[in-house]
C-alpha cells in the first residue's frame, strides 16, 4: 500500500497474471475504487514482456516471462512513487515515475535490474519481490520468493538515489514438497510480526498432492487436494544483542 496520487491516503498497487499492474485508489469514506490499469506516460498499460491481449483473446508476446507483480518505491530517491515489476521468468524491473508524486507519468523503456553484475533471475522464475530493509542498515533491499518455493535476499549495497544489488542470498530453500512443510510459488512479507525490534519474515505458498487413499483396495488417492499456508520465519536477534 502506498499513497499513489498523493492525497493522503493509501491506495492498494498490484500485479496480475494477465501481465498488467492496477491500482485502486482509496476514497475518503476508507473504502477502495474499482481497480484501474497503471498506464506508461505513452497511455499505454504499463506491461512486462507477454501479456493477454483482451481485444485479440490471446495471449502475446508470450516468449518473455509476463509481469506478476507491482510494487511502488521511490527507487531514485525523487519524492515520487516508481514501480517495481516482477516477472514469471525470475527477472526485476523498474519504471521510473517522469512524473511527480500527484500524477505519475510511468516510463515505457523499462530498467533491468542487477545483482552481483548479472541481471536478477530467480531460480525457477515467478519473481513477486518486496523491498524492505532487511539488514538493517538503511537502504530498502529485495526480498522475493519463487515459483520452487525458495526465498531470496538481495542486499542493497547502492545509496540514496542509486540502488545496486549484491548477488542474491538463499533465506529459505526451496520446497521439499512434504506437505508439512512449506510449499512453492511463494510470496513474501517482510515486517516486525512479534515486536521485537528484528524484522520477520512472512511466506505464503501453494502445493498440490494426490489424496491419500481412504480405502486399503484403492488403486490410488481420491483426487488431488490442494493448500495455501503462510508461514512465519521470526528473526534471530543478533547473537551480540545484550536482549
Avoid at 47 to 70: L, Y
Avoid at 110 to 131: D, F
Wanted: charged letters at 25%.
Amino acid at each position: 500500500m502506498a499513497d499513489f496520487d498523493g492525497d493522503g491516503r493509501k491506495d492498494l498497487i498490484t500485479g496480475c497474471y494477465e501481465g498488467g499492474s492496477y491500482w485502486l485508489r482509496r476514497k475518503a469514506d476508507g473504502g477502495f475504487a474499482r481497480p484501474e490499469p497503471v498506464l506508461g506516460k505513452d497511455g499505454e498499460r504499463l506491461r512486462v514482456g507477454g501479456f493477454w491481449d483482451d481485444t485479440a483473446r490471446k495471449w502475446t508476446n508470450m516468449e518473455k516471462g509476463h509481469g506478476i507483480s507491482a510494487i511502488p518505491v521511490d527507487w531514485d530517491d525523487d519524492g515520487d512513487l516508481d514501480l517495481v515489476l516482477g516477472t514469471t521468468g525470475g527477472e526485476v524491473f523498474v519504471s521510473r515515475n517522469e512524473g511527480d508524486a500527484k500524477k505519475a507519468a510511468f516510463a515505457t523503456e523499462l530498467l533491468q535490474v542487477a545483482a552481483g553484475g548479472t541481471p536478477i533471475r530467480v531460480p525457477s522464475g515467478h519473481c513477486m519481490p518486496v523491498a524492505a530493509d532487511w539488514d538493517g542498515d538503511g537502504r530498502f533491499d529485495l526480498v522475493t520468493g519463487s515459483s520452487e518455493g525458495s526465498v531470496h535476499w538481495f542486499r542493497n549495497t547502492g545509496k540514496a538515489g542509486a540502488p545496486a544489488f549484491a548477488a542474491g542470498e538463499v533465506l529459505v530453500p526451496k520446497s521439499s514438497g512434504n506437505w508439512d512443510a512449506p510449499g512453492q510459488r511463494t510470496q513474501v512479507a517482510v515486517g516486525d510480526y512479534d515486536g521485537d525490534g528484528h524484522v520477520d519474515l512472512l511466506v505464503g505458498d501453494f502445493l498440490s498432492r494426490q489424496k491419500p487413499k481412504t480405502d486399503a483396495k484403492a488403486q490410488s488417492g481420491g483426487g488431488s487436494e490442494f493448500r495455501g499456508y503462510v508461514w512465519l520465519f521470526r528473526r534471530a536477534p543478533p547473537k551480540s544483542a545484550s536482549r
